[in-house]
């Protein structure tokens, strides 16, 4: 190496901002462990709007947070409102359509300028933007998934330095061109928008899709250099990526292979070692590396590997690699990947129902239990690791082990599936494909394969990503929607062919290589839904199946018991947040179904009434507002029980229970089960009972209830069965328990009486059914059964007693009635609290202890505490 001993030394002792003088700064200084110098540019930024707007305070320089977006400037600036206040989503909109620039002037001192090569890295820009470093175009920048490195050294210079970065609007600087082409590729849940600006851009940029409104989530066009922008100085070579093959994992031995990418300024010899948690292993690759990249494989074999596994099934046990690249004893770079050591296959076997489509992970066929996640905000870079972990939890703690990344959104930050790693939730990870059909020029073609790569490599060595899959939803529109019937009869049968093509070219050539070259063995599935063309997208035989007839065809909830997917990566009911989260963006008078508030707070046109439409169906009209949210949660959670029940029933012909969604962006009525505060619906907590690991479910068949387990454990679980029907006042009809012994990883009907014996003759509208299952002592799963509908039932209305103890943040609640009690619902008017559960049915004469953890005090909480029951909404 030519670097010598003392520059070498100097640059490793002095941090970067003792070095600097000037008041904008280069600032981090990391990695010190080796050659390569990487500094962060995240200070001294300014922007300021150099487009089409009128607004004269935007056309000012105002400093800029970086990583950040426009928009949360503006708002910090208060030259914009809070877009998530009352209808303020409509006022903030010339933002999305004008361009912006961002200046930051940072100093470089000497030392770095001396390295042989000095690289300016930009992790991720939002997303049209040309950048100039001193004045000098060095980047166009068209997509925002990527990661942008060009090499800057010759512009640089020793003191100030100023990087300019341009942002084009996404809107008004594509429209011109794609109103010229021969016609326009559609999208979806943009039709105000379309009507405003003639055609949607958002096919024709590889940017988030939702941040140009979704069926749940606000048009709010992000802009902006929306993570970390470095310098990076390094001499001969550098690692550019890091991963580990799984090639073969059992019990007895984990066969890896490190597939490490060196780039070279120029030919030489170099030495890459490899190991793992400090544990240095035996195997070194030494080659001759021409100048640009080269791929370095090193095996590595791990006997008796500790592996890693869904929660639920084993522990989470994380290995740490390094790879340390030397030449002539320096260190020129290092890089390390956390992993698990996991086999995960998607075995698709053919059997009577068709083919399976079910996850085994190290051999254990895994029933996926879970949902779809979307962006955590509408404003990416206000997403911290907390927050992921906040919500992760929630889904492990409602007995989840599987989300699906959905297409429309983003690729998770690192942190987001570190924590599914920790925690053991299995990944379902679409590309970020959305719902709109995608142009198949060679540029496009490139950019995202590019695209795929990079985010291949930087994620594939998470254990909890299981799956890659295309899109969501692209092959069902093309094939099944009517927007896409009319669309295509537009076209000559030439452009159809074309727009079929490109679609073939992306899903089924481009994104399987990068996986199969990239990814291997994680498998690769087209689009979900699917069937792999063996059959339609949906089908019942093959593949993975949305659901979406119940909410969006009206169908009944009851047709959830109707569908036999082999897997369902999709179903879901809408509700509304409660009150304190519609207290968040509203003033009182918006507070009601109708008004125009929560009408910009509810995306699904329609939906508010849909929900109304639903709730009378089962329930009696709430008397207000307050009532109206409440009975909503209660009516979504009811529902979504019902399908994922059913869809556990099933197993093993059904292997996968994915509701939509877990999660929201921005706070709305959706189909979330946890609003955008983190507050769990009453489908959170109803969740958590029906993905149990043992669960205990009544189902009316033909005149006669069948009561199943399922159990997703791998052994053997000896039980009592407990059913019994009351009536409403206590009057026992019926009461039989039985011993069981539960069949590993099953489903199966334990249990079956005639619905006349169970109600001994009582009124169908005055009684439930309490199945209940208890394995050593303790009651592991209940289930309660009505014949009924809620809005035929004769509730009786029950006095019930809270009393709350405890200190510190942690609370004990015990909750009494004296006669039964529907949907106990627990809250507090002004602080935030969670619960062990809520939303659960009370006996004649039951008391039920729950645990309660808030920041407020007892006597806050004493004072604030509420309860409700269905009988109080109407
Ligand atoms: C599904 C999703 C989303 C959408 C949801 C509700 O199909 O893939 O596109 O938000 O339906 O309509």
């Known amino acids: 190496m030519r670097i010598s001993a003392l520059l070498l030394l100097l640059f490793v002792s002095l941090p970067f901002s003792a070095q600097t003088s000037s008041r904008k700064r280069i600032v981090k200084y990391a990695a010190p462990e080796s050659q390569k110098q990487v500094l962060t540019i995240d200070r001294g930024w300014q922007f300021r709007e150099v487009g089409n707007s009128d607004i004269a305070k935007a056309k000012q320089w105002h400093d800029a947070q970086v990583p950040g977006v426009v928009q949360t400037d503006l708002m910090r600036h208060r030259i914009i409102p809070d877009p998530y206040y009352r209808d303020n989503e409509a006022k903030v909109q010339w933002v999305g359509r004008t361009d912006w620039e961002y200046q930051s002037t940072f100093d470089v001192d000497p030392a770095t300028l001396a390295r042989e090569n000095v690289d300016l890295v930009f992790a991720g820009l939002d997303t049209l933007a040309e950048v100039t470093l001193n004045g000098q175009k060095i980047l166009n920048a068209d997509n925002m998934f990527r990661r942008w490195r060009v090499s800057a050294k010759h512009l640089l210079k020793p003191g100030a330095n100023t990087l300019n970065v341009v942002f084009r609007s996404p809107i008004t600087s594509l429209l011109p061109k794609i109103k010229a082409l021969p016609y326009q590729l559609p999208t979806v849940n943009q039709i105000q928008i379309i009507a405003e600006e003639g055609v949607p851009t958002d096919p024709y940029i590889r940017k988030a899709p939702y941040t140009f409104g979704w069926d749940w989530g606000p048009r709010l066009v992000t802009i ?306 699917s069937a792999n063309f063996e059959d339609l997208p949906g089908s019942e035989k093959i593949g993975d199946m949305h659901y979406w007839a119940v909410w969006h065809a009206l169908n009944p909830l009851e047709d959830y018991a109707k569908q036999f997917p082999r897997f369902m990566s999709e179903f879901g009911f809408q509700s509304f947040p409660e009150w304190r989260t519609i207290e968040a963006f509203t003033v009182p008078e918006d507070r009601g179904i109708s008004t125009d508030v929560m009408h910009v707070h509810q995306k699904n046109v329609g939906g508010n009434e849909r929900i109304r439409t639903y709730m009378l169906r089962d329930y009696k009209e709430p008397k207000d507002f307050a009532s109206f949210l409440y009975v909503s949660q209660l009516l979504q959670a009811e529902g979504i029980k019902l399908g994922a029940e059913h869809l556990r029933r099933q197993r093993p012909r059904t292997m996968g229970s994915l509701y939509w969604q877990l999660n929201d962006c921005w706070p709305v009525a959706s189909w979330a089960s946890i609003d955008y505060y983190g507050r769990w619906k009453a489908l959170h907590y109803y969740a958590k009972r029906f993905y149990n690991d043992l669960l205990v479910s009544p189902w009316e068949e033909n005149g006669k209830l069948n009561v199943y387990v399922v159990s997703d454990r791998l052994d053997r679980t000896p039980a009592q069965l407990r059913v019994h029907a009351l009536d409403f006042e206590g009057k026992v009809l019926f009461d039989r328990t039985q011993a069981i012994d539960v069949t590993p990883l099953s489903s199966a009907v334990y249990f079956t009486v005639p619905r006349s014996e169970l109600l001994a003759g009582a009124d169908e509208r005055n009684a439930v059914v309490v199945t209940e299952l208890i394995a050593n002592g303790q009651t592991v799963s209940r289930n309660h059964f009505y014949f009924a509908k809620m809005k035929d039932s004769s509730l009786p209305t029950p006095k019930l007693t809270a009393d709350l103890t405890g200190a510190n943040g942690e609370y004990s609640l015990k909750l009494t009635t004296d006669r039964f009690a529907r949907g106990v619902y627990a809250n507090f008017t002004n602080s935030n609290a969670t619960f062990s559960d809520n939303y659960f049915d009370l006996l004649p004469g039951e008391s039920r202890g729950i645990t309660v953890k808030s920041k407020a005090s007892l006597e806050e909480l004493k004072s604030q505490l509420k309860l409700m029951t269905l009988v109080d909404t109407y």
């Open 224 to 529: 902006g250099i929306w993570k970390p922008v470095t310098l990076e100085a390094w001499d001969n070579a550098r690692i550019d990526s890091m991963n580990i093959r799984q090639d073969s994992v059992s019990a007895e031995n984990a066969n890896l292979t490190a597939l490490v990418d060196v780039v070279a300024a120029k030919a030489g010899d170099v030495t890459v070692a490899i190991s793992h948690d400090g544990v240095k292993l035996p195997v070194k690759r030494t080659i001759r590396v021409e100048a640009g990249t080269t791929r370095v494989e090193v095996p590595i074999a791990i006997p008796k590997p500790n592996r890693w596994y869904p929660v639920g099934y084993g522990k989470q046990p994380l290995y740490k690699f390094t790879a340390a690249l030397h030449a002539n004893n320096v260190t020129l770079d290092t890089a390390s990947k956390r992993t698990g050591l996991r086999s995960a296959v998607l075995e698709m076997k053919p059997d009577k129902w068709g083919k399976s489509f079910q996850f085994v992970i190290n051999g254990i066929p895994v029933f996926a239990k879970g949902a779809n996640t979307i962006p955590w905000d509408s404003f990416p870079t206000r997403v911290t690791p907390e927050w992921h972990r906040q919500i992760l939890q929630a889904a492990v703690d409602a007995n989840m082990n599987m989300v699906r990344v959905w297409g429309g959104g983003y690729y998770e930050s690192d942190d987001f599936y570190d924590i599914c790693d920790e925690l053991g939730i299995m990944v379902w990870q679409d590309f970020m494909f959305g719902g709109a059909q995608v142009p198949g020029d060679q540029p496009y073609l490139d950019n995202v394969r590019q695209e795929a790569i990079e985010q291949v490599k930087r994620l594939n060595d998470h254990p909890s990503i299981v799956l890659w899959c295309g899109n969501n939803e692209l092959e069902g529109a093309w094939l099944q929607w009517g927007d896409r019937q009319a669309f295509k009869n537009k076209l000559t049968a030439q452009q159809r062919e074309r727009v079929y093509a490109d679609y073939m070219l992306i899903f089924h050539n481009i994104l399987p290589l990068v996986v199969q070259q990239y990814g291997a063995p994680t498998p690769y599935w087209p689009s979900s839904p």
